[in-house]
């Protein structure tokens, strides 16, 4: 059975840094795509950053030029560094694992989710 646990959300205050973590088991993290969608209250689902099996890094347009996902495959995790927040980063940020490289597809997997609140 895959499990995503996340973790590293809070609260921090406008222009600080969180870095989440989302550790995976249940599979081979190695071979597969990982990244983080963020859904805040009354807006659609987003995708923050994606990082490929072989290390390709892809990022939705509000996280270019702040944000860095990463992986570590012997620890089977995956990083998200968030610097220089904003009040419109505040949302439930969830990592997610994909069939293969197909980050262009709905997830296969999705974590609990991890609270992430930006204050001004």
């Known amino acids: 059975q895959v499990q995503l646990v996340e973790s590293g959300g809070g609260l921090v205050q406008a222009g600080g840094s969180l870095r989440l973590s989302c550790a995976a088991s249940?599979?081979?993290?190695?071979?597969?795509?990982m990244g983080w969608y963020r859904q805040a209250p009354g807006k659609q689902r987003e995708l923050v950053a994606v990082?490929?099996?072989?290390?390709?890094?892809r990022y939705g347009g509000s996280a270019k030029g702040r944000f860095t996902i990463s992986r570590d495959n012997a620890k089977n995790t995956v990083y998200l560094q968030m610097n220089s927040l904003k009040p419109e980063d505040t949302a439930v940020y969830s990592c997610?694992?994909?069939?293969?490289?197909?980050?262009?597809?709905?997830?296969?997997?999705w974590g609990q989710g991890t609270q992430v609140t930006v204050s001004s």
């Open positions: 997610n694992s994909w069939e293969g490289d197909k980050w262009y597809y709905s997830p296969q997997y």
């Open positions: 249940g599979r081979t993290f190695s071979s597969y795509a």
């Open positions: 990082i490929t099996s072989g290390g390709t890094t």
